[in-house]
C-alpha cells in the first residue's frame, strides 16, 4: 500500500489538513468555552448574584431546544449524530456542517448536558471533505473514508490535546478490523491489565527491582487489593447505571422522532427542570448539573471535600437523568457528562473501607466512560491521561474490560431512528 502513489499523496494530504482542520476545531473549542463562561457566569455576576440562580437553566434550555429541534427537523445531516446511538466518524457530509455547527453552539453553551466530541468528529470529517472538494481530489468510498477519519483525529486532538488519544479513538470508532477488533484486543488488554498488576504486587511484596520507566514523579498510595476487590463491585454498578442512561436516550430519540421542533423543546425543557431541581434541593449553583461537566469534573478533582454527600447524590441523579433526556433530544458527545458521573461517584464512594479517592475516581471513571462510549482501549487512554499518573493503569483496565463486558450483555433499548425512519415519520409542528 505504501509504495502506491496514490495512497502516498493521500497521506500527504492529509498530513496537510491536519493543520487547517485542527485551527477550525480550536476557535470551535474556544467559541464553546467562552458563551459556557459568559452565560453561566459572567451574566449572573453582572446581574447582581454570586452564581447563576436556581431558574437559570429553565429560559436557557427551551430556547436551545426549540433551535436544535428545528436544525434537526430542516436541515441537512439533522445536526449530526444522534448522542444515544454512541460516536460515529462517517455520514456526515459537507452539507451538514452548518446544521452541526448551529446546534452544537446553540445546544452546548445554553445548557445541553452534553460533551463536544460528537460535533469536533463531525466539523473534522466534514471540513476535510470540504477541503479536498475545493483541491479537486478525486473523490471515491475509499479516500472519502480516509479523509474523513484524518480530518475528525485532526479535530479531536484538539479536544484532547493528545494525538494519541484521538488516533486510537477514531480506530475504535470508526470500527477498522470490525468485529474481530474487539474480539482479539478485548483479552489482549484484560491481561494486559492483570499482568501488570501482579507485577507492580511482587515487586512491592519482593523488594526487587527489574527496571522501571519510572522517572520519579509523585505517586498516589500504592494500590492494594481491597482496591481490586471494590473495583470488582462499583465497575459492574456504574456501568450499568450509565447503560440505563443511554437505553432511556434511545427511548426519547425515539420521542422525538415525531414532531421533532415540538418534542426537543419538550425534553429541553424536562432536562432544564432536572437541573432546576439540583440548584434548589443543593442550594448550589446550577451550572453543576448542567453543561459538559468537564470544569465541574476538575474542581471535583481538586476539591472533594467541598462536595456534601447530598448533593453529590443530587449531581448523580438529576444530572443523569438530565444527561438520558439529552442523549435522545440535543446534539454533542456523550464523554464528558460520564467522566464527571464516574468522577462523582468516585468521590462520593471513595470512603468505602481501603478503597480511596485516586482508586475510586479511577474505577469510576474508566466504567463510565466505558459504559457511554463502548470503546475500552480509547476509555482507558483517555483515563489515564486525566488521572497523569500510570499507578492506577491496572484498575482503569480491569474496571473498563468489565463495564465493556456487561453492557454489551445488557438490554440496549430501542433503536435510534435512522434518518430517513425519522423522516418518514416526521409530521408537521
Known sequence: MLGRPEYRRALVFCGLIGAPVALIAFWFLVAVHQLEQLIWTDWPRDLGW?????????PLLTPAGLVVGVVVARFPGRGGHVPAGGLHSGGITRKALPGVLVAALVGLPLGAVLGPEAPLIALGGGLALLFARLVRAPETESSTALLSAAGAAAAVSALFGNPIVGAVLLIEVAGVGGPQLFAVMLPALLASGVGDLIFTGFVRWTGFETGSLDIGLPTPPPLDWPDVLWALVLAPALAFLVQGAFVGGRFVARFTAARTVRRTALCALAAAVCITLYAVATGRSPAEAALSGESTLSDLAQDPHAWPVGALIAVLALKGLAYALCLGSLRGGPVFPALFLGGAAGVLLAPLPGLGLVPAMAVGMAASVTAA??????S???????????????LVVLAAVM?????????QGPAVPAADERASVRTPD
Request: charged letters at 15%.
Open 403 to 411: 463495564s465493556f463486558v456487561l453492557v454489551q450483555r445488557l438490554p
Open 373 to 378: 462510549l463502548r470503546l475500552p482501549v480509547s
Open 380 to 394: 482507558v487512554v483517555l483515563v489515564v491521561l486525566l488521572l497523569g499518573n500510570v499507578d492506577t493503569v491496572a
Open 50 to 58: 454570586e452564581k447563576a440562580p436556581w431558574w437559570w437553566a429553565l
